[in-house]
């Protein structure tokens, strides 16, 4: 009987259960699903259990007798082991209901139901929990929500992967909150720098990797955040760089960022040259204020969050609003002349 219990790791995060795959040298265990990552650890354990102790031998007592002795009682012929082979295949194939769902099949039925409920506009900041003056500058001039779809974006050298990764740390241990990692398409000592960190990628592939293998990293961890918020829960995936990925999963991933009326939600805060349309909150960098040290370096004029109100209340928007104008040479709103 297989050590690993199922339930629990389906608990499990995937971080763990990543190191679990790589102990049992499961082949490119980072581009599978929760579920089926769960399927091939269980199966791989299996197997290793078949080998120490084939079958039969829970039949017969222990201490009944040294190894030697018991070893040609266990034998069977070749027949019989393609028997028994035959319906342990056939047992996995034909798995009772619910856990033996084809993994497509259920992705495709929570995606269904995920798409189907109604969403709203975040009304719940996230409550980072930092003293960086970046991120409580963000927190108050550029708020995220639980559900926000937010990129922040800017050109090379704008400091977006550090801002990002700033955000991050100051999420991270949260329980209300579970936070996902990703890496698509980054520099390899990036990655360096998030595994050495306390909260380690998910998945991580350089620039080097093929798209189409970024693609679906992206894709499995966007089934396991749906179902998070369909069970009520509330997902935050972290994810440098959207540019790294073919556009129509770039906006895949963006569009499954929202807040459920009838669940939970899942929030998105990504990297990105430019905003992909459809955000509710855009995070501009300044990269001449990044390279000359002055920090927080955000863009005011060129960064938005929709709905504000939802998120700091009516004076918090309004000094939003002003922050913005002054940033961009114009009057404030509440000083303007009416005719």
């Known amino acids: 009987m297989s050590v690993l219990d199922r339930t629990a790791l389906q608990q499990s995060p995937l971080a763990d259960l990543h190191a679990i795959a790589s102990e049992l040298s499961i082949d ?193 961890v966007i089934d396991d955040v749906r179902s998070i918020a369909l069970r009520g829960g509330n997902a935050v995936v972290v994810l440098d760089t959207l540019d790294g990925l073919h556009d129509h999963a770039a906006r895949r991933v963006l569009a499954t960022a929202r807040k459920l009326l009838d669940g939970g939600s899942v929030t998105l805060i990504a990297t990105a040259f430019e905003p992909l349309g459809g955000e509710t909150t855009v995070v501009a960098l300044d990269r001449l204020r990044t390279g000359a040290g002055h920090f927080p370096a955000l863009e005011l004029s060129a960064s938005v969050t929709m709905r504000p109100e939802l998120l700091v209340g009516e004076k918090g928007a309004a000094t939003i609003a002003k922050a913005r104008a002054e940033a961009s040479g114009l009057q404030p709103p509440s000083r303007r002349r009416r005719r």
């Open 28 to 220: 490119s265990y980072r581009l599978l699903r929760r579920e089926q990552l769960v399927d091939a650890i269980l199966a791989r354990q299996e197997r290793a259990d078949a080998q120490e102790a084939p079958a039969g031998e829970e039949d017969e007592p222990v201490a009944a007798a040294p190894r030697e002795a018991r070893r040609p009682r266990r034998r069977r012929s070749r027949k019989e082991s393609e028997r028994a082979d035959t319906r342990e295949a056939d047992e996995v194939a034909a798995a009772p209901e619910p856990e033996t769902k084809p993994p497509l099949v259920e992705a495709a039925a929570d995606r269904a139901r995920f798409e189907a409920l109604s969403a709203g506009f975040p009304d719940l900041p996230l409550g980072f929990e930092s003293d960086d003056p970046t991120v409580n500058a963000i927190e108050s001039l550029t708020p995220i929500g639980r559900g926000s779809r937010a990129t922040i974006v800017g050109p090379a050298g704008a400091g977006k992967s550090e801002t990002l990764r700033r955000l991050a740390l100051a999420l991270q241990g949260r329980d209300d909150l579970s936070v996902t990692v990703l890496l698509i398409g980054v520099r390899p000592e990036e990655i360096g720098e998030w595994e050495a960190s306390p909260l380690r990628p998910a998945q991580a592939l350089s620039f080097a990797a093929p798209a189409s293998a970024q693609d679906r990293a992206v894709y499995a």
